[in-house]
């Protein structure tokens, strides 16, 4: 808004609201935009969410190895 307010030359001393100001420059309200843009997207998330496990193994090296770094026979 502050941006907004900069850009039309009006101060805060002006008193005009936020919904004025979003008129006169064709502003949508970003905060209503990205609650709606969460809202759907939690939807599509809990409808095609599926679970993959997969299994590391570790591979462990002994102290002479962790030195030296790993032996080429």
């Not at 993959?52 to 030296?68: G, I, W």
Request: hydrophobic residues 20%; contains cysteine; aromatic residues 2%.
């Amino acid at each position: 808004m502050k941006f907004l307010r900069h850009l039309l030359g009006i101060t805060k001393l002006n008193k005009e609201n936020n919904q004025c100001i979003r008129q006169k420059t064709g502003a949508q309200n970003i905060v209503k935009e990205i609650k709606q843009y969460q809202k759907d997207g939690h939807k599509q998330t809990t409808k095609t969410s599926t679970t993959v496990s997969t299994k590391r193994t570790k591979e462990h090296r002994t102290t002479e190895e962790a030195v030296e770094g790993p032996t080429s026979s």
